[in-house]
């Protein structure tokens, strides 16, 4: 791997008011002392996670994903979740709406043909809202919270001692 790679994602972005709003929401749900919240600028949810990927392919996807149409659609954040293994508290919708399944779908394939390695799971739809905690957080409530989804977008990841900058390098309408 050279230095020309780049860590990419395909995410959903939520708004700046988003972001500080739901960050305030993992603020009051989670105890000081148990875990790591997720900054606010970065708050989103991964459509596909691509790894390490050279300009040339870069392009190629790109080209790809230009031919994708897909609707917009509502996100409903319903449900608090917690994994042990690697340990974070997440929020997504009790089901993943059609809509984001087969967008999801498309990028996959479009990764493929380009020759990168996907995961094969069934998707999750899921908001990290914190890491490392230290305890399950037990069962947590709010309000449904209702997210307009207008487009995606490719983002670099680049990892610092301090955690993850993401930079977003190119964003998709849908509808």
Known sequence: MTAEHERLFFALWPTAQQQHGWAALAQQLLPSGNGRRVPPQNLHLTLLYLGQVDPETRRALAAKVDAIHAPAFELRLARFGHWRRPQVLWWGPHETPPALQQLVEALRRAARACG???????????????????RNPGRLQAEVQVWPVKAFVLVRSTLLPDGARYEILRRWRLG
């Open 116 to 134: 990168l390695e996907v995961d094969t799971r069934p998707y999750q739809a899921h908001l990290t809202l914190a890491r490392k905690l230290k």
